[in-house]
Structures are given as C-alpha cells and as structure tokens.
C-alpha cells in the first residue's frame, strides 16, 4: 500500500465573462475568517477529498485520469460554494452528474471509490462536461505548487445569456466558506487587470497570470461563430444585418465585420448606434419568443434587417412579424392592462424609428451587390 500524500492538492475554477467590451470579468468571492488568508478575494474551489486525493497522488493511474479527477474536484468545490441563490430567483438549473469511478492506486489491489452522484444546480450550463470534456477549460497551475487552476468562459451560446449579467448571483448553500458581508453574498465580478493591481486578492491568486495571458485563453475557449462577408462600411443595411448578428452570436461590442472591424471601433463615434445597442442591452419587461417586434434584441434587429430589405426603408414599418402584427399593431396593444410593457413598447417603436432614419440617410450599396453578399460559418 502506498503511503499518504503529504501535500493534498487544490482545484479550482476560474470563471470568466465578457464584458460590454473587448475584456473579460473573473467572478472572486470573498474568503471566510476562520480560512487562511482569511477577507481576501480568491477563487471557487478548494482541496481534493480524501479518495481524490490517494488517486491524484496514485502512480498507478494515467494523467488523463489524474486530470480528470482534479477537473472533477474543482467542479464539486465550486459547486458546494455558489451553488445556491437568492430566495425567489427564477434561474435556470443545470444537472450535473458526476459518474462513479473505482480506480486501483495500489500494487496490492487496493482501489479508491468516487460514488455517482446527480443533481441540479443553478450555474452555467456547460460545466457540466466539466469533468469529462478536456477541451471545456484551460488549466494552469500555480508556480512551485499542487495548486491547479481550471479556466472557463460563460459563452452565451453554450450557457445563455442569462448567465452574462447581473441577475445570476451566486451564493454558497449552506455556509462557511464564503464571508457573504461583501460584494453580492459574498461573490464580486472584477477585470481581468485585477489580477496585476489588486492587492486584496489571496496571496496565490495574484501570481497567476497576467491579464494578456488570460485573455488569450479565454478567446480559446470562446464558441466559433458564424464569419460575416460584409463589412460595417459596405452601406446602412450590411450595417443594420451585422448589428443583427452582434446579439445573435452573443458577441455584442466584439462582433467583428469581413474586415476584422468591431462594433465597438465602428460605433465610436456614432452616437444613435452606440445609445441604441446600450438599449438592447438592458433587460426589457417585454418576453414574447419569436421574431416578433416586441421580442429579444436579436429577433427584433433581424426583424428590422428583413423588414428593410423586403419594404425598403421608407415602407418598412408595414412588415409584419411571426404573429402577423406591425410595429404599430404592438404600440397600441395595451398588453392586458399592464402599463409597464404598454410604456416600453412604445418607446421601443421611437427608438426604432429614430434609428433607422438615422441610417437611412446614408447612401445605400447597389442592390446588386447587396444581393451578392452571402454568409459562411
């Protein structure tokens, strides 16, 4: 039989989303008194358990299953700490399971035993092939330690986009790990330029990288998304379906046109453009599905896409939605009395309109050529 590691690892995740830029946010929580480097900012995870730790320390087992298991324990951890919500949140939950494993860590056949275990968890949606699936993070590990890092990108396509913004508030289930007196129950999303000037981050978590460095890892692990053949100069209605594309791939401020231009270099001096994605940004009291006029940002700007190409920009308004509504048939529906969505449907419809008279007055492509444009993934 193998004698004990001296040294029990530790795992952990380090979760990352885009911001309305072109930077990421890493999510910190705030460590607990009785923890060492007790009121500093670290990192989801913690150390292996008991079996994890005998098979990580096996040499007996592969490094693919080492990998596995450490990947497995980062995941647990990170779970048991921000797997709870706030009372009355309304987020999705994603199951989880973690396959059993017996794995022998010794000549005399002596084995260790990860039991199955499945339930559901208020996180993004694709940590649950954390485990299994190599190619969901990155690691690294901190210099001259066994402590291993696991790098993850919320993507809205994968984790939707309810995940991107404020209203998923992580927060440890029962307690004790985390001190839930600051930030939001004790979680705190900051820039990836933390990691280079804060000084009340866990000692550790400071050496672990520079911001270059994961931003290059988090462009890694970003989905591929469909590659546009037009560019944001080639006439007001490219711009208007490269716009569409922006929300619908997620990507927002980084959309990029066939040039390699994002919006956010392409809206930097174009006021209605950058009041008008800051619009859509926001969260609307308006849920219809579909590509209707009172829809999510994606479907609508579509919408307006189609509706320009079909109507032309004087006659556009004329186009009717999945539901066979005009833009006006919206504004004057009274949403069965509720005046909040009455309130932000018409304003929706002024913004509209001032956008795309905005747009209107640039010179248009040939329609030829327009017609000639097609796109690729």
Same mark, same amino acid.
């Given at each position: ?5 001296? $040294? ?73 700490? $921000? ?8 987020? @999705? ?6 396959? @059993? ?10 084995? $260790?035993?990860?039991p199955r275990q499945e339930r559901r ?6 940590? #649950? ?26 993507? @809205? ?117 950058? #009041? ?7 969260? &609307? ?41 005009? &833009? ?16 932000? $449907? ?27 444009r097609r796109w690729k993934t």
């Open positions: 039989t193998s004698d004990q590691p001296t $040294m029990r690892p530790g795992a952990f995740v380090l979760l990352l989303r885009p911001t309305d830029g072109e930077d990421f946010e890493v999510l910190l929580q705030y460590r607990a008194k009785h923890l060492s480097n007790p009121q500093t900012w670290g990192l989801v995870g913690g150390q292996l358990e008991h079996d994890e730790w005998w098979i990580y320390d096996s040499q007996r087992v592969s490094e693919d299953l080492r990998q596995r298991v450490l990947r497995r324990a980062a995941l647990r951890e990170a779970l048991e700490e $921000m797997g709870g919500v706030p009372e009355g949140s309304k987020m @999705p939950y994603t199951p989880i399971i973690f396959e @059993p494993l017996c794995v022998q860590v010794a000549a005399d056949g002596q084995a $260790m035993r990860l968890w208020p996180v993004p949606a694709g940590l #649950s092939f954390l485990e299994n699936d190599p190619h969901r993070s990155k690691q690294l590990r901190v210099e001259n330690s066994h402590t291993y890092v696991f790098v993850y990108l919320i993507d @809205p396509l994968r984790d939707g986009e309810i995940f991107m913004g404020d209203k998923w508030q992580p927060q440890e289930p029962r307690g004790g790990e985390v001190d839930q007196s600051k930030g939001n129950f004790g979680y705190q999303w900051r820039p990836l330029s933390c990691f280079e000037s804060d000084e009340d981050l866990q000692p550790w978590v400071q050496r672990l990288g520079q911001r270059h460095q994961l931003q290059q890892l988090a462009l890694q692990l970003e989905l591929p998304r469909p590659k546009p053949e037009i560019g944001w100069k080639d006439g007001p209605l490219q711009e208007l379906q490269l716009l569409a594309l922006a929300f619908e791939s997620g990507l927002q401020w980084r959309q990029c046109d066939q040039n390699g231009c994002t919006l956010k270099e392409w809206a930097e001096e174009k006021e209605i453009l950058k #009041s008008t994605v800051k619009y859509f940004q926001e969260e &609307l009291p308006m849920d219809f599905k579909g590509p209707v006029w009172s829809g999510k940002a994606a479907r609508v700007l579509r919408l307006c896409a189609d509706a320009v190409q079909k109507k032309g920009w004087n006659d556009w308004e004329e186009q009717r939605d999945l539901k066979k509504f005009t &833009l006006k048939d919206w504004e004057d529906w009274d949403f069965k009395g509720d005046e909040v969505k009455q309130k932000a $449907m018409k304003e929706r419809g002024l913004l509209l309109r001032q956008f795309l008279r905005a747009m209107e007055v640039c010179p248009e492509v040939p329609a030829e050529k327009a017609a000639a």
